[in-house]
Nanobody
């Protein structure tokens, strides 16, 4: 059974950095990519970033491009989201997900997914 465990969230000041981690265990054959989503209070969940396990491609939401970097460690079966220059509008619960998109194309966040439990990120002074 697939399990995803996120860590690394917390409280940070504007302009600060955090690195989220997502440790995956179990079978992931049905999910050829890994993604990060976030959901702020009163808002819909949005796709933040995606990284393909098969073709190595990545994708970022416009709001985070240039500030966030997604990466993976095959040996540890872990996906990371390095978040720099954080802004108050980045405050949300961040979810790791195994996603069905093979290449992290433009519709990667709309396919089926298997979710982690989420980790809170709060950006505030």
């Amino acid at each position: 059974q697939l399990q995803l465990v996120e860590s690394g969230g917390g409280l940070v000041q504007p302009g600060g950095s955090l690195r989220l981690s997502c440790a995956a265990s179990g079978v992931t054959l049905n999910y050829p990519a890994m993604g990060w989503f976030r959901q702020a209070p009163g808002k819909e969940r949005e796709g933040v970033s995606c990284i393909s396990r098969t073709v190595g491609s990545t994708n970022y939401a416009t709001s985070v491009r240039g500030r966030f970097t997604i990466s993976r460690d095959y040996a540890k079966n872990t996906v990371y989201l390095q978040m720099n220059n954080l802004k108050p509008e980045d405050t949300a619960v961040y979810y790791c997900a195994a996603v069905s998109s093979r290449s992290c194309g433009s519709s990667w966040s709309k396919g089926s997914a298997y979710w982690g439990q989420g980790t809170q990120v709060t950006v505030s002074s």
